[in-house]
């Protein structure tokens, strides 16, 4: 079954293609911060889903990225706290219809 933001062939449409990556906190991120895409969407139809990957013993907290905070260059992210240097975020991004 294919997924429902994907064409019947199951390949994510080639004008913008999902976007998966990980951020990697410096430490200096307040618990609202923007994250860089890796590269620029055609717009800002888009999910991004936040999650936190790996986190020292201290930092364990659920993250957030309202479609408020989209552009076509980044997305701002809204933590339960503010992370940890090292802390690391995975991030999805796919188009929406």
């Known amino acids: 079954m294919p997924y429902p933001h994907m064409p019947s062939s199951g390949h994510p ?16 991120e307040t618990d609202t911060f923007n994250v860089p895409l890796p590269s620029a ?4 139809n888009y999910i991004a889903v936040v999650s936190l990957l790996f986190g020292s013993s201290s930092s364990q907290y659920l993250c957030n990225a309202p479609p408020t905070g989209y552009t076509t260059t980044q997305i701002q992210v809204i933590a339960g706290a503010a992370p940890a240097a090292g802390d690391v975020l995975g991030i999805v991004i796919t188009d929406i219809a």
Do not use: I, S
Request: aromatic content about 10%.
């Open 13 to 28: 449409p080639a004008a913008n293609p999902d976007q998966r990556f990980k951020y990697v906190c410096t430490g200096t």
């Open 41 to 44: 969407r055609a717009n800002t």
